[in-house]
Each structure stands twice: as structure tokens, then as C-alpha cells.
């Protein structure tokens, strides 16, 4: 069965530099792949979406890459500030019935 | 414009008590709906869902249910809870095609 695989330690950046968060997955490629942000005690919050053959898709500081070669999707935030601290999710849509499957996430922490 | 809603934010119930959680989306027609879990800094763990009035998906067996009466209506029921149910209870809607999942607020439910 399709697994994800994201860091399970918490990443700490520097406000200003770049964060990449990396969602990993196994056997078949999704037709999408999204990433969510999620702060405690809130439900997850749509941020992007990148189709299988997108490469790259960006929205204001944020960047997504897919690479379905390496069964990798890494999620860029450029000039990181403190409030871009959040847990974020990738998931995968496999079908057309737009089933998700979701990673456990990765906690982000910028720090001032 | 599309918005979810989910009630309540809170609930504290006893142990052998009934449960009854209630979603509902505005704006959108025939969305795909969904029933997950997230315990603590854990992922979302999805408990059902329904593309259609009347047809649900159980994704994991255990005491709880859901109906679907209504298009936009989603319910997630247990006849007697147990001091495992207590957890992070979210609902959320997607539309099939190139689009993100749309969460509610979620409820924290305490069993006790």
C-alpha cells in the first residue's frame, strides 16, 4: 500500500532563510500531491496542489517541487518569518475518487 | 463562497454515552465529505467518508458511525463511547478534481 514519509523531527529555522520541509512516498505516483498547514488545535489549511506532471508550482514564498523519479515532493517557505511556524502535512490523491492519504507531518519553528 | 461548519469546538462526555457530531458545507453541491481523527502530534487518521447522500466508507472498524442525510449534511455518531475515542475529531470537503480538502474547526472530544 502507498506510504508517505515525512520528518518526524521538528525542523528549526532562522527567520529570513528558506525552510524545506521533503514528503517522501512509495510505489505509485499520485495524480496530485497537496501540503497543508495545520496549527494547534486548528484543522489543516489547503496551501498547494501540484499535479504529476508539474514540476514546480509556487504561490508568494512558497514553492513546491515534484519529483516522481525520486517519489519526492520538497515544500520551500523563502524568507521564513516566525509566524510561518506551523505543522505541515503532504498529502497524496491517487484516484479519481479523490481518496487522500496523508503524511504525519512535519513541525516547522522559526526562529526570531 | 464554500464554508464548513462543525460542532461543537468542545465536548466532554462520560464513558457509555452517546455521541453525535454534526458537519455541515455551504456554497458547494455533491462534495466528497469526510470523518478524520488526529490524536496528539499524530496524523489524521481517516474514519469515513462519503461521496454521495447515503453512501459511507468505513476506513477503520470500531464503535463509531456516520450518516449522511443530507448532500451537505455529515454525522458522526457512537451509541457508547470509550475512554479510547477521546481525540481530535475533524470533518472535511473536497470536490473531485484538482482541489484541496477543506477542514472545520474540529471538535476535542474528552471521553471520561
Known amino acids: 500500500s502507498q506510504k508517505i514519509e515525512q520528518n518526524s523531527e521538528a525542523l528549526n529555522i532562522q527567520e529570513g532563510k528558506t525552510a524545506t520541509l521533503t514528503c517522501n512516498y512509495t510505489?505509485?505516483?499520485?495524480?496530485?500531491l497537496q501540503w497543508y498547514r495545520q496549527d494547534p488545535g486548528r484543522g489543516p489549511v489547503f496551501l498547494l496542489l501540484?499535479?504529476?506532471n508539474e514540476k514546480e508550482k509556487r504561490k508568494e514564498r512558497l514553492k513546491v517541487t515534484f519529483d516522481t523519479t525520486l517519489k519526492q515532493s520538497l515544500f520551500h517557505i523563502t524568507a521564513s518569518q516566525p509566524a510561518d511556524s506551523a505543522t505541515y502535512l503532504c498529502a497524496l490523491v491517487m484516484d479519481s475518487n479523490y481518496q487522500l492519504i496523508w503524511g504525519a507531518g512535519t513541525k516547522l519553528i522559526i526562529k526570531p | 463562497s464554500q464554508t464548513i461548519h462543525q460542532w461543537p469546538a468542545t465536548l466532554v462526555q462520560p464513558v457509555g454515552s452517546p455521541l453525535s457530531l454534526e458537519c455541515t458545507v455551504e456554497g458547494t453541491s455533491n462534495p466528497n465529505l469526510y470523518w478524520y481523527r488526529q490524536a496528539a502530534g499524530r496524523g489524521l487518521q481517516l474514519l469515513f467518508y462519503?461521496?454521495?447522500?447515503?453512501?459511507i466508507s468505513s476506513e477503520v472498524p470500531q464503535n463509531l458511525s456516520a450518516s449522511r442525510p443530507q448532500d451537505r449534511q455529515f454525522i458522526l455518531s457512537s451509541k457508547k463511547l470509550l475512554l479510547s475515542d477521546s481525540s481530535f475529531y475533524l470533518c472535511?470537503?473536497?470536490?473531485?478534481?484538482?482541489?484541496?480538502?477543506?477542514f472545520g474547526q474540529g471538535t476535542r472530544l474528552t471521553v471520561v
Open positions: 472535511a470537503w473536497s470536490v473531485q478534481g484538482n482541489r484541496g480538502a477543506f
Open positions: 462519503s461521496v454521495g447522500i447515503g453512501q
Open positions: 510505489n505509485y505516483s499520485p495524480a496530485y
Open positions: 501540484i499535479r504529476e
